[in-house]
């Protein structure tokens, strides 16, 4: 099957710091999501993004599916952007329909 | 976000007991998946559903069976609950080709 894999798996940052989250995929995809699942355990849709870029405040991604990965940006992070950022792609040559996710970024804002 | 409603939140069943999980989706999406997180291993795809009565395996779906009778339920049934089996469910929905939305979670520990 697919392989999604994130990096880094762990980040620590200081409040206001920038940082890129990174998820690379094996094979083509017809949708990528990000999400953000608080320390509640919420998931929270990010973005909606199979290729191209897209911005929501301090929050932006890009995704070049010919290469095969997808970049999150945050900016001027604050410690609510704790928690763990997950990417799913939906495969684009079988599996249609099917959701499959990497195992994520873990993200520790320290004020 | 979609309407997904999980029940229960939280349950302590004991091994070799039948448990049932419902999701249910005010939004009339078409799609409806079933998800387990466990540490170490992000969301895997237990089974997903494509329409009424139209269901299909996921990545880690001994041990478990669904059913969707009509658009809005989907139900996970573990028919005889092991350890293993101890994780934090979830269900997503999607209207299909579009982003995905997920339920708050069913906690679930096999004792």
């Known amino acids: 099957g697919i392989q999604v894999e994130q990096s880094p798996p762990d980040l620590i940052l200081q409040e206001g710091a920038n940082s890129t989250l990174r998820c690379n995929f094996s094979?083509?995809?017809?949708?990528l999501q990000w999400f953000h699942q608080n320390p509640w355990g919420q998931l929270i849709n990010l973005f909606y993004?199979?290729?191209g870029t897209k911005q929501n405040g301090r929050l932006s991604a890009t995704t070049v599916a010919t290469e095969r990965y997808s970049l999150l940006y945050i900016s001027s992070s604050q410690t609510t952007d704790s928690g763990v950022y997950f990417c799913?792609?939906?495969?684009?040559?079988?599996?249609?329909?099917?959701?499959?996710f990497g195992s994520g970024t873990k993200l520790n804002v320290k004020p | 976000d979609a309407g997904i409603t999980q029940s229960p939140r939280h349950k302590v069943t004991e091994t070799g007991t039948p448990v049932t999980l419902r999701c249910h989706q005010t939004?009339?999406?078409?799609?409806m998946y079933w998800y387990r997180q466990d540490p170490g291993h992000g969301l895997r795809l237990i089974h997903y559903?494509?329409?009424?009565?139209?269901?299909d395996k996921g990545e880690v779906s001994d041990g478990y069976s669904v059913s969707r009778s009509k658009t809005e339920d989907f139900l996970l049934t573990l028919e005889s609950a092991t350890s293993s089996q101890t994780s934090v469910y979830f269900c997503?929905?999607?209207?299909?080709?579009?982003?995905?939305?997920f339920g708050q979670g069913t906690r679930l520990t096999v004792v």
């Open positions: 094979d083509s995809v017809n949708n």
């Open positions: 799913a792609v939906e495969p684009a040559t079988y599996n249609f329909n099917k959701f499959y």
């Open positions: 993004i199979p290729s």
């Open positions: 939004e009339n999406h078409r799609y």
């Open positions: 997503a929905t999607t209207m299909g080709g579009t982003e995905a939305f």
């Open positions: 559903s494509y329409g009424v009565k139209d269901t």
